[in-house]
C-alpha cells in the first residue's frame, strides 16, 4: 500500500469519525520558545490542550511535519544506523480536547489498524504505563488482547512529554513484534529493547498534566487524547520492508543516490548502506527545514540545520567526491512538493542555500577530516578523541560534536565529552559571552492586563500584582525595584519585531521612569524603582512616551509597505523571515535567491513613497484565520494564530498582513521612507534597513548639507560635486606619478654623494641615512640602487606622515659578523623601531627619528660586531 494511500484512509477514518482535517504547522515553531522545532502533531494544539485557547472543534486529525534533532527528542546519532530512526518524519495524529478520552482512542487505533489497514493483530502487542490499569483493562477486556501482549513500562516508554515543560501524560503504546529474526537475541529483549524486533508504530497519549519547569505536574482542567503515528514506519509494515529507507517515501532518493554515485543500494556493506541513509533523511530534513524559513546559523535551529548538512557530506565522502546533495532537492521537491507545495514555492532558495552551504565547508572538510585521521593514529592506544582535540576541530573547521562523535564512532573511538565542554567554556569566557540569565517569572492566570495601547497612549488604572524576587508580593518598598501589573496599559511589549514602548508612570503625583516592560502570563509588567511603597490597588497613570512610540509606528506600517512593495516587484518568494521595528529604523530580512540591482531598491523606494503620498487609510479589523488566508491575508510562515480571532491590517489594495503591531492612521502620516542598506544574509536571505519620517528627514537634510558644503568647497553647482570629484582623483594619480618621477631622478642623483659617505666600521662598510619623506617602497629601491653600486651595511630611515620607514641590509660576507636579529630586538626596545625580515634584510617602521639615532645605531654595530 502506497503513502498516498494511507494517507487518505487516514484521514478519511478520522473524518467519518467528527474529526476536523486541520493542515501541518511549520517546522519552525516561532511562537513557543521552548520548542527547538516542531517534534509531534501536537504541538500546534499545546495552547489547547493547556486550556488557554479555545477552538471551533473539540476532534482533530492531521499529518504533522516533524523534526527530532535538537532539543528533548532527538533522534540525529541514531540516523542511519537504525532501519526506522529519522531526523524528519510526518506524524498521523488524531487529536481529543476535552472531547474522548482513553475508551474511544484505543478502540479507534485498534480499528485503524486492524480493519482498515488488515494488519494482522497476532504482531502486534502493546505496552502501558506501569499504574494506568484503565487502559491495561481496555485493551484487555474490551479489545481482547491476550494479558501477555500487554507489557507493563515505566516512566521512560510510556509517559509523554513534549519538552521540559508544558502538556504531557502516561500513554499507550502500539508494537510491531517483527520477528525474532530482527532482534537483539538477548533474554531481555521484551518491548522497550533498543534493537528492531518490538517497533513502535502508534503513541497514544493521554493528556492530563502540565508539566512545571520545577517538574511539578499540574492536572490539566479538561483530559486530552494526542496520538502519533510516523508514516515512514507505518509504510515499511504495510509494504513489507525492512527498513523505512525502502519505502515509497525514500525510495526515489535512494534510487537517485544510486544513479549518480553509479553503486546498487542493496548490494553495498551495512555501512556503507548507513551512508545512504544518512543522505537520504538529511535531505529530506534539509529541504522541509529551509522551505519553512530556516537557513545555516552558527546558532539555534539555523545551527542543526548545518550540523545536519555538515553530517551528510561526511557521510557522502563514502560513496562519491565530489558532493551530490544538494542535486538531491529536485528528488525530495518531485516527491513531497504535491503534499507540501512549500517545497516548490522555495525550490530555488532550498538549492541554492544547500549548494553555498556544501561548497562553503568544503575545504574544511577535507582538511578537518585528515587532521581527524591524524588524530584517529595518535591516540590508537586510548581510543579516544581528546576534548582539546575534538574542540580544535570544531573550533577551526567548522566540525559539529555530533559529526566528530560519528566518524569516532564509526572506528570504535569515543570522545571526551566534558573536556571539550570544558574548552568551549574557556572559549565562551574568554571570549566574554556569558549565557542570558533569564528571569523567569509565572503569575496566576487570573492576572490579566488589557492593552489599550492601539488607542491611548496614556491611562489611569489601579495595581493588580506586585512581583519582586520572582515571588508575588502585597506591597514594594521605596528604593526597591520590581514589575508592578496593571488592570489596564497602553505599553506595547515587544512582539512581531517590534520594540516595547519606552514611557512613565505617575503614581501619587510622583513620575517615575519605566525600566523594562514584559509579558508575564497575560499581564503587562512594568519595572520600576519606585520612590516610596506602592500597593496593590493604588492608582496609576501610565504614560507612553508619544515620540518613540510614533515613530516606532511609522516603522511598522513602512515594514508592510516595503514587503507589498518586494512583492509587487520581485513575486510571491519574497518572504518574511524576520524584522525589527524600532523608532529610529526599520530592518526587513526576507527570503529571495540574488541580491537586488540598484535601479530595484530605488524601484522598491518609489513604490513605498508613492504610497505614503497616496494618503490610504488603514483599516484595521479582526476576523478569523481561515477567512483571512482566504482573502490573500499575508500570515507569516510558521507563526502561531489564534484560529478563531486574527488582526488584520489592510492598506486598501496593496497590502494585507496579520499582525498585532501598532500602526499610523493613514500611509501619509510616514512622511517619507528611504532605504539605507541592502545586503545578503545567507543564500537566499536579504536584509532592507529602512528610515521613515524624521529619520529619513534628518539623512537628507544631513546629506543635502554635505553636498552643499562640497559645492561651495569645489565652487561647482551640486550636480557637478561627483564628476568633478572623479576628475580631482584623476589629476591627484597624475600628479603622484610626476611627484614619484621626479623624487626618483633626484635620488638617483644623490646615489654618488650618498656611496662617498660609506664608511668603516669594525671593518665593514657602514652608511647610516637619514631621509625625508620617503615610503617603505622608495627605501628599498634606493638601498638595492646603492648596494648595485657598493656592497655595504645600509641602514636607511625616512621620516614619512608623522612616522617612520627603515630598512637595514648586509652583505652576504659580513652575515655572520652582525646578527640581525639581535639589532631588530635592540631597535625595538631601544628605538621603538619594529621590523623583521630575513638574517640579510630588515624593513618596518615606527616613531619618526632624529639627529641622534644615527650615533646609536652606528654604536650598537661598534659593539656588536663578532
Ligand atoms: N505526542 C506523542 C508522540 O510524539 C503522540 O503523538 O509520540
Same mark, same amino acid.
Given at each position: ?152 513500562? $515505566? ?24 520477528? @525474532? ?9 521484551? #518491548? ?32 486530552? @487524547? ?25 525510495? #526515489? ?68 567526491? *565530489? ?151 502585597? *506591597? ?45 502570563? *497575560? ?6 524603582? @519606585? ?40 513575486? *510571491? ?39 505614503? /503620498?497616496?494618503?490610504? #487609510? ?42 498585532? $503591531? ?13 532605504? /539605507? ?29 554635505? @553636498? ?43 646615489? #654618488? ?92 617602521? $615606527? ?20
Amino acid at each position: 500500500m502506497e503513502s498516498i494511500v494511507i494517507r487518505k484512509k487516514f484521514f478519511d477514518f478520522f473524518i467519518n469519525r467528527g474529526h476536523e482535517k486541520v493542515s501541518s504547522s511549520s517546522l519552525i515553531p516561532v511562537q513557543d520558545p521552548t520548542l527547538l522545532f516542531t517534534n509531534a502533531g501536537m504541538n500546534q494544539f499545546k495552547d489547547v490542550f493547556l486550556g488557554i485557547e479555545k477552538r471551533t472543534y473539540s476532534k482533530a486529525v492531521s499529518i504533522q511535519k516533524c523534526m527530532r534533532a535538537g532539543g528533548k527528542h532527538n533522534d540525529l546519532d541514531n540516523v542511519g544506523f537504525t532501519s526506522r530512526h529519522l531526523t524528519f518524519f510526518e506524524m498521523m495524529g488524531n487529536f481529543s480536547f476535552g472531547d474522548y478520552f482513553k475508551n474511544e482512542a484505543i478502540e479507534y487505533a485498534w480499528e485503524f489498524l486492524t480493519q482498515n489497514l488488515l494488519i494482522d493483530s497476532k504482531v502486534l502487542l502493546v505496552t502501558v504505563f506501569d499504574d494506568d490499569d484503565e487502559s491495561f483493562n481496555i485493551w484487555h477486556k474490551i479489545i481482547g488482547l491476550k494479558t501477555e501482549k500487554i507489557y507493563k513500562l $515505566g516512566a521512560a516508554e510510556n509517559f509523554w512529554q513534549m519538552g521540559d515543560t508544558g502538556p504531557c501524560g502516561p500513554c499507550t503504546e502500539i508494537l510491531v513484534d517483527r520477528g @525474532v529474526n530482527y532482534g537483539c537475541g538477548k533474554q531481555t529483549c521484551t #518491548p522497550g529493547c533498543p534493537c528492531d524486533r518490538f517497533m513502535e508504530i502508534w503513541n497514544n497519549v493521554f493528556m492530563q498534566y502540565d508539566r512545571q519547569a520545577n517538574g511539578e505536574l499540574i492536572p490539566l482542567k479538561q483530559t486530552g @487524547v494526542d496520538t502519533g503515528m510516523g508514516i515512514e514506519r507505518l509504510c515499511m509494515i504495510m509494504q513489507n520492508k525492512d527498513s523505512v529507507f525502502e519505502t515509497d517515501l525514500f525510495d #526515489p532518493i535512494i534510487k537517485k543516490i544510486e544513479e549518480l554515485t553509479n553503486t546498487t543500494y542493496a548490494k553495498q556493506s551495512e555501512r556503507t548502506k548507513a551512508a545512504f541513509h544518512v543522505i537520504a533523511d538529511h535531505i529530506r530534513a534539509s529541504c522541509f527545514l529551509i522551505a519553512d524559513g530556516c537557513s545555516p546559523a552558527n546558532e539555534g535551529r539555523g545551527y542543526v540545520l548545518r550540523k545536519i548538512i555538515r553530517r551528510a557530506a561526511l557521510f557522502e565522502q563514502k560513496l562519491i567526491e *565530489k558532493s551530490m546533495f544538494s542535486e538531491l532537492a529536485s528528488t525530495v521537491i518531485n516527491k513531497m512538493g504535491p503534499i507540501y507545495p512549500e517545497l516548490i514555492i522555495n525550490e530555488q532558495i532550498i538549492k541554492s542555500i544547500l549548494k553555498s552551504e556544501i561548497d562553503k565547508f568544503a575545504s574544511n572538510l577535507i582538511r578537518g577530516r585528515n587532521i581527524l585521521e591524524q588524530y584517529l593514529e595518535e591516540n590508537k592506544n586510548t581510543r579516544i578523541i581528546t576534548g582539546l582535540q575534538a574542540f580544535k576541530l570544531y573550533d577551526t573547521f567548522g566540525f559539529p560534536l555530533e559529526i566528530i562523535e560519528a566518524a569516532a564512532k564509526e572506528q570504535g573511538y569515543n570522545v571526551d565529552i566534558i573536556d571539550f565542554e570544558t574548552q568551549m567554556n574557556k572559549q565562551k569566557e574568554s571570549s566574554g559571552k556569558k549565557m542570558k540569565n533569564l528571569e523567569e517569572i509565572k503569575i496566576d492566570e487570573s492576572i490579566i492586563t488589557e492593552f489599550i495601547g492601539y488607542k491611548e497612549l496614556k491611562n489611569k488604572s489601579e495595581v493588580i500584582a506586585i512581583i519582586r524576587d520572582n515571588s508575588i508580593e502585597s *506591597k514594594i518598598s521605596g528604593g526597591q525595584t520590581g514589575w508592578i501589573i496593571t488592570k489596564q496599559s497602553p505599553f506595547f511589549v515587544e512582539t512581531g519585531g517590534q520594540v516595547s514602548d519606552k514611557g512613565w508612570i505617575e503614581i501619587k503625583g510622583q513620575i517615575i521612569e519605566i525600566l523594562d516592560l514584559k509579558k508575564i502570563g *497575560k499581564a503587562i509588567g512594568i519595572k520600576i524603582k @519606585v520612590p516610596f511603597q506602592i500597593n496593590i490597588s493604588d492608582e496609576v497613570i501610565s504614560i507612553v512616551d508619544s515620540e518613540f512610540r510614533i515613530n516606532t509606528m511609522k516603522n511598522h506600517t513602512a515594514t508592510h509597505l516595503l514587503q507589498a512593495a518586494l512583492i509587487e516587484l520581485l513575486g *510571491k518568494q519574497v518572504k518574511q523571515s524576520g524584522s525589527v521595528v524600532t523608532p529610529d529604523y526599520l530592518r526587513f530580512d526576507f527570503t529571495y535567491h540574488r541580491n537586488l540591482t540598484l535601479e530595484e531598491i530605488q524601484q522598491v523606494e518609489n513604490i513605498v513613497n508613492r504610497k505614503i /503620498t497616496e494618503n490610504i #487609510p488603514l483599516n484595521i479589523y479582526y476576523t478569523n484565520y481561515k477567512d483571512a488566508v482566504n482573502k490573500g491575508v499575508i500570515a507569516i510562515f510558521g507563526e502561531k494564530y489564534n484560529p478563531d480571532n486574527v488582526r488584520v491590517i489592510d492598506i486598501a489594495g496593496f497590502s494585507a498582513e496579520l499582525c498585532g $503591531g501598532t500602526h499610523v492612521f493613514r500611509t501619509g502620516d510616514i512622511g517619507s521612507f528611504k532605504i /539605507t542598506e541592502v545586503s545578503a544574509l545567507s543564500a537566499g536571505n536579504r536584509r532592507i534597513v529602512a528610515l521613515t519620517g524624521p529619520k529619513s528627514l534628518e539623512l537628507f537634510q544631513n546629506n543635502f548639507n554635505i @553636498v552643499k558644503h562640497l559645492s561651495q568647497e569645489f565652487k561647482i553647482k551640486s550636480e557637478q560635486v561627483i564628476d568633478s570629484i572623479k576628475k580631482q582623483k584623476d589629476q591627484i594619480k597624475e600628479l603622484q606619478i610626476k611627484i614619484n618621477k621626479a623624487k626618483k631622478q633626484f635620488w638617483l642623483s644623490q646615489i #654618488p654623494k650618498w656611496s662617498q659617505k660609506i664608511e668603516e666600521v669594525n671593518k665593514i662598510p657602514f652608511l647610516f641615512l637619514g631621509l625625508e619623506d620617503y615610503d617603505n617602497a622608495d627605501l628599498k629601491e634606493i638601498v638595492m640602487e646603492l648596494n648595485d653600486k657598493k656592497s655595504a651595511l645600509y641602514f636607511i630611515i625616512s621620516n614619512f606622515e608623522n612616522a617612520s620607514n627603515f630598512i637595514c641590509i648586509i652583505p652576504e660576507e659580513f652575515k655572520n659578523k652582525i646578527s640581525l636579529k639581535a639589532f631588530n630586538d635592540w631597535l625595538k626596545k631601544e628605538c621603538n623601531l619594529h621590523g623583521g625580515g630575513k638574517d640579510n634584510i630588515i624593513q618596518g617602521g $615606527g616613531q619618526s627619528f632624529d639627529a641622534s639615532l644615527e650615533e646609536k645605531i652606528k654604536n650598537w654595530f661598534k659593539t656588536n660586531t663578532k
